[in-house]
């Protein structure tokens, strides 16, 4: 199994900021990796997919890089609406078992 | 625009099977790979296995010897059985759509539904 591992498990922020989550897999998944976000009482929402790829209607301030076993998510110009757990995923085509990490929380400073 | 929703009991009894089904709206369940995904109270989130309208199942190596996913094309909906289930299997149940074989991320989601194993 491809072990996934996000740091960290949570930050404090303000509205404005730019924020960068980390996401490490424990063996090469190349570009295999998306990224959602959840609030609470809700479905976990696609964010960016192919490492970097924002899905549709995913603002700008979202972005996504690397490649291999590091990645990051940045959002930037933090808005209210942001606050939320970030958990990455990955889904290499071997072994064909996914994978999500244990997800980052981002709460109000 | 594809929707998900999940229904089935909320209470399951420790030893017994767990039984959701999710119905498919706005697509046809006959193209992409359909996945269940469960997420443990105050917990992260874990891919349970898939379905693709062919019949081609694949499951989480943690689950495979419990876990049986089914399809209904006629229907356009597909299921989900966990076999003899305990407190550690209450979560937080979605259906889920992946995009396709090679690029398996999760585009689209239900909205979930909690399932608690108590007697």
Do not use: M
């Not at chain 1, 490492?51 to 979202?62: H, L, N, V």
């Not at chain 2, 995904?37 to 105050?42: A, E, K, L, T």
């Not at chain 2, 356009?76 to 398996?104: E, G, H, I, M, P």
């Amino acid at each position: 199994e491809i072990v996934v591992t996000q740091s960290p498990d949570s930050l404090s922020v303000s509205p404005g900021e730019r924020v960068t989550l980390s996401c490490r897999a424990s063996q090469n998944v190349y570009s295999n990796l998306a990224w959602y976000q959840q609030t609470p009482g809700q479905a976990p929402r696609l964010l960016i997919y192919g490492a970097s790829t924002r899905a549709t209607g995913i603002p700008a301030r979202f972005s996504g890089s690397g490649s291999g076993t590091e990645f990051t998510l940045t959002i930037s110009n933090l808005q209210s609406e942001d606050f939320a757990i970030y958990y990455c995923q990955q889904y290499n085509n071997w072994p064909r078992a996914w994978t999500f990490g244990q997800g980052t929380k981002v709460d109000f400073k | 625009q594809v929707h998900l929703q999940e229904s089935g009991p909320g209470l399951v009894k420790p030893s017994e099977t767990l039984s959701l089904t999710c119905n498919v709206s706005g697509g046809s369940i006959s193209s992409n790979y359909w996945s269940w995904i469960r997420q443990s109270p105050g917990k992260g989130l874990e891919w349970i296995g898939y379905i693709h309208y062919s019949g081609n199942t694949n499951y989480n190596p943690s689950l495979k010897s419990r876990v049986t996913i089914s399809i209904d094309t006629s229907k356009n909906q597909f299921s989900l059985k966990l076999n003899y289930v305990t407190a550690a299997d209450t979560a937080v149940y979605y259906c889920a759509r992946a995009f396709d074989y090679s690029s398996s991320f999760f585009d689209y989601w239900g909205q979930g539904t909690l399932v608690t194993v108590s007697s």
